[in-house]
């Protein structure tokens, strides 16, 4: 089992940056993915982006070129920074993580990123 922790959600206005982390403990070993999705409030769940254990990114269309993800030098943590926040980016974050079988087979409780206008 994999357990994740999420952290960094918060009040944003228009144009703002924030950054969230997100920290996976337990099995860690199988981890192949890491990754970002978000639910808005009255909508399904969307895939934000999410990165391999090779370096291989993939970011939702709406927020490429305004959201970065990184890891840590550990490898068991991920960061999204982002930038040019919009009212739409309003939504809880969830940090997901996987194995070679399913990219998202875990998941964090999430945090609450709201964009005021």
């Known amino acids: 089992q994999v357990q994740l922790v999420e952290s960094g959600g918060g009040l944003v206005q228009l144009g703002g940056s924030l950054s969230l982390s997100c920290a996976a403990s337990g099995s860690i070993l199988s981890i192949v993915a890491m990754g970002w999705s978000r639910q808005a409030p009255g909508k399904e769940r969307e895939l934000v982006v999410r990165?391999?254990?090779?370096?291989?990114?993939v970011y939702a269309d709406s927020v490429k070129g305004r959201f970065t993800i990184s890891r840590g030098n550990a490898k068991n943590t991920v960061y999204l920074q982002m930038n040019s926040l919009k009212p739409e980016d309003t939504a809880v974050y969830y940090c997901n993580a996987g194995d070679h079988f399913d990219y998202s087979r875990y998941w964090g409780k999430g945090t609450l990123v709201t964009v005021s206008s």
């Open positions: 990165i391999t254990s090779g370096g291989s990114t």
